[in-house]
């Protein structure tokens, strides 16, 4: 029973098959093989458009690189408070962008809304040296605390960076599972609602290491090869991301795991839910779930080898505990139930 994230998650047999399938012969280097040119034609039919595709191997490079490309002198990067890029991720935004500044926003369930934004910039007024430059705007899908931006909502946070000459990145992390959640497409979740640039992830949900950074105008991306070259994530055998991409997107698996994951993180709230002396302050929209619970429940859980996290959160009384729950493709209906029959 380990619940503790979904990178603690192996990779799907359909990523291992196709690994397995390009380990052998030769194939050009550096990303010009014909399997990668593949899968960028692939990223083309994905997103209902051209896009601009530059593989990388973990998503704290796809989102530094990401929002380096925009940086600014004394730039500031927008995001929500509890964002992985202000919060998880070693202050690597600020390094690869060369000291551009995150500054958080506070949200209810781990947004920002535009109100909340037009707030926060203006604390960065332009044309102010002394404050320095609005540089980007960045959101989470699926976000921190497990909820998800709707269309509606992204595309009203693109208004705003938009009126503003300003671009929308989004960390898509749990890119598929806010996805299924949603039953959109991924363009009608990205650059129909105004995404310049997304993080696309793969590695929570069943790659190897295969992330990609994806501009929606293809001429917005010159120069960035020069960035993922200088931060060491071009790599030569760049085909064995591709191969992971391949099958990951090989008869819809990348969306059949997301809806297993989500599938089973339901199943698990509406467990925690019915359980006495357990509450669900945000319930969960994709895969994450975070319970608060008795500080003595939370014990017996770890001393019966539960995999979870202790989670922050402020202001519970002292006997009490919120935990982090996420679910992913390798979860399993028996593991939830033993789970829920611990409680």
Request: with cysteine; charged share 20%; hydrophobic share 45%.
């Amino acid at each position: 029973m380990n619940f503790s994230s979904d990178n603690w998650a192996g990779a799907t047999e359909a990523v291992m098959a196709a690994l397995g399938r390009h380990t052998g012969g030769f194939a050009p280097a550096y990303g010009v093989d014909p399997l990668s040119c593949s899968i960028e034609q692939k990223f083309n039919e994905v997103f209902e458009k051209e896009v601009a595709v530059f593989l990388v191997s973990t998503g704290t490079a796809a989102n530094s690189l990401a929002l380096a490309h925009y940086a600014k002198p004394g730039g500031v990067i927008f995001a929500h408070e509890e964002a992985h890029i202000n919060v998880d991720e070693c202050n690597a935004p600020e390094f690869t962008t060369q000291g551009n500044k995150i500054k958080g926003i506070a949200g209810a369930g781990g947004k920002i809304t535009p109100e909340g934004l037009l707030a926060a910039m203006e604390a960065v007024p332009v044309g102010v040296v002394h404050h320095g430059q609005r540089a980007s705007v960045s959101i989470t899908q699926s976000t921190e605390v497990g909820t998800i931006y709707t269309p509606a909502e992204i595309a009203a946070i693109a208004d705003v960076t938009k009126a503003n000459k300003l671009p929308l990145h989004m960390d898509g992390a749990r890119f598929a599972n806010a996805l299924v959640a949603l039953d959109v497409t991924p363009a009608e979740m990205t650059w129909k609602q105004g995404v310049d640039v997304l993080s696309f992830g793969g590695t929570k949900n069943g790659c190897w290491c295969a992330e990609a950074v994806v501009f929606f105008n293809p001429q917005e991306s010159l120069g960035f090869e020069y960035l993922r070259k200088r931060s060491a994530q071009l790599f030569s055998k760049s085909r064995f991301i591709s191969a992971q991409f391949e099958g990951y997107f090989e008869n819809d698996n990348w969306l059949h795991t997301a809806r297993h994951a989500n599938k089973m993180a339901q199943v698990l709230a509406k467990g925690l839910s019915a359980a006495e002396g357990i509450h669900l302050p945000v319930w969960p929209e994709a895969n994450e779930l975070f319970p608060v619970l008795k500080k003595d429940m939370v014990t017996k859980l770890q001393n019966a080898g539960v995999g979870f996290y202790d989670w922050p959160a402020p202001g519970l009384p002292d006997d009490e505990a919120m935990i982090r729950l996420v679910t992913s493709f390798a979860t399993t209906q028996e593991s939830v139930m033993e789970f829920l029959g611990l409680l």
